[in-house]
Antibody, heavy 124, light 108 residues
């Protein structure tokens, strides 16, 4: 059974950088889109972006200038970095596994396994 | 960017009743690329349905998805107290892979 275990700093000051890591326990690391999603307090879900085992990334345009994702296949981990944080970045951050569904020439990825979330607060 | 609009915002129903949740997309979404998630208070989301109508592993058949084009529906039959949660739809055909704002289901 695949589990995602995530960690990172929970309290940041404005202008600092957020750094979170997610480790994949069980299952394969290849063939998936490793994804980050966040949820501001009392709000909905926001897709941040995804990365595969080759390091190919896709980021949300709204965060693209501040986001970087990386992957360490030897450790079966992937990470999220978000620079210049503000109070608007206060949220619970989830890592998730994008499971592929191949249709014709394309593969589309839905989120079938989720981490428990890391609460991040940005406050001076 | 594809915008997903969910309705109603809140559903308040009794055990045994049926919940019908709507998700409308701002442009056509392939039926193969629409998912539904359930999120209980303080927990991570859980995949219920993918490709519009395929139930995820371990999801009871009380949950069913349907729809096409821009209109999609999640139906929950024979509501149970444990179904109390917020339900989100997501399109994963194009980036950014957006979510709807959620429908809260309350069990009376």
């Amino acid at each position: 059974q695949v589990q995602l275990q995530q960690w990172g700093a929970g309290l940041l000051k404005p202008s600092q950088s957020l750094s979170l890591t997610c480790a994949v326990a069980g299952g394969s690391f290849s063939g998936y889109q490793w994804t980050w999603v966040r949820q501001a307090p009392g709000q909905g879900l926001e897709w941040i972006g995804e990365i595969n085992e080759r390091g190919d990334t896709d980021y949300s345009p709204s965060l693209k200038s501040r986001v970087a994702m990386s992957v360490d296949t030897s450790k079966r981990q992937f990470s999220l970095s978000l620079t210049s944080v503000t109070a608007a970045d206060t949220a619970t951050y989830f890592c998730a596994r994008g499971q592929g569904l191949q249709l014709w020439r394309f593969t589309h990825y839905y989120l079938d396994v989720w981490g428990r979330g890391t609460s991040v607060t940005v406050s001076s | 960017e594809i915008v997903l609009t969910q309705s109603p915002g809140t559903l308040s129903l009794s055990p045994g009743e049926r919940a019908t949740l709507s998700c409308r997309a701002s442009q056509r979404v392939s039926t193969d690329t629409l998912a539904w998630y359930q999120q209980k208070s303080g927990q991570a989301p859980r995949l219920l349905v993918y490709a519009t109508s395929r139930r995820a592993a371990g999801i009871p058949d009380r949950f069913s998805g349907s729809g096409s084009g821009t209109d999609f529906t999640l139906t929950v039959n024979r509501l149970e107290p444990d179904d109390s949660a917020v339900y989100f739809c997501q399109q994963y055909v194009s980036s950014p892979k957006t979510f709807g704002q959620g429908t809260k289901v309350e069990i009376k």
